[in-house]
């Protein structure tokens, strides 16, 4: 079963909009968030975190929202622009014991389109 | 940019054939992980290491086997490679940092032919 979920495969958005990109899990252990871009023919690249102990975390246009509640988090591109246009992953990680420890749980990830 | 090398960046290999991937890191870190990216799959984590000599499976290891003696390189071995393999490999690595982030190699495309 998939712990990590990104239900919407992908996404389009005109340039200068909101884009929000979804993310849900199960597993209530997990406590550390992430999200990552893809370009074709790159490695992910780290783009925002969230710690459990917050709600909300900006860096620039990139914001991550957490509801532990719902088990959701999202992140938020304002405003969006064509060189955003990516895959997105959110992943996750929970600091239990044994060997879990340090290991990512990723989604499937959402296309992300922006266009002009 | 984080030291993680990713060797050969492209391999073409027959069926039945063993083949070596090789994940180089100069960080020190201690965790390693090879995923591998299919279509309408994303990410999904083949093994993973959290120290010299310990490694742990992950949700697809079926056919793949994985050796780190030392805590620089991480080496992903395909026993048999079969046209399912037919995949970009991605190496990564994380600090021991409660929260951190990993960093990604630049890939590794194999094709089975």
């Known amino acids: 079963d998939q712990q990590v979920k990104q239900n919407s495969p992908s996404l389009s958005v005109q340039e200068g909009r909101i884009s929000i990109l979804n993310c849900d899990y199960t597993n209530s252990m997990f406590d550390y968030f992430l999200w990552y871009k893809k370009y074709p023919a790159e490695g992910p690249t780290f783009l925002i975190s969230i710690s459990s102990i917050k709600d909300k975390n900006e860096d620039g246009r990139f914001t991550v929202f957490l509801n532990k509640s719902a088990k959701h988090l999202s992140l938020h591109i304002v405003p969006s622009q064509p060189g955003d246009s990516a895959v997105y992953f959110c992943a996750a990680s929970a600091h239990d014991r044994g060997s879990t420890l340090g290991r990512l749980y990723f989604g499937r990830g959402t296309q992300l389109t922006v266009w002009p | ?113």
């Open chain 2, 1 to 113: 940019d984080a030291g993680i090398t990713q060797s050969p960046r492209h391999k073409v290999t027959e069926t039945g054939t063993p083949v070596t991937l090789r994940c180089h890191q100069t960080e020190n870190h201690r965790y390693m992980y090879w995923y591998r990216q299919d279509p309408g799959h994303g990410l999904r984590l083949i093994h993973y290491s959290y120290g010299v000599k310990d490694t742990d499976k992950g949700e697809v290891s079926d056919g793949y086997s994985v050796s780190r003696s030392k805590t620089e390189d991480f080496l992903l071995t395909l026993e048999s490679a079969t046209s399912s393999q037919t995949s970009v490999y991605f190496c990564a690595i994380r600090g021991s940092d409660r929260n951190t982030e990993a960093f990604f190699g630049q890939g590794t495309r194999l094709t089975v032919v």
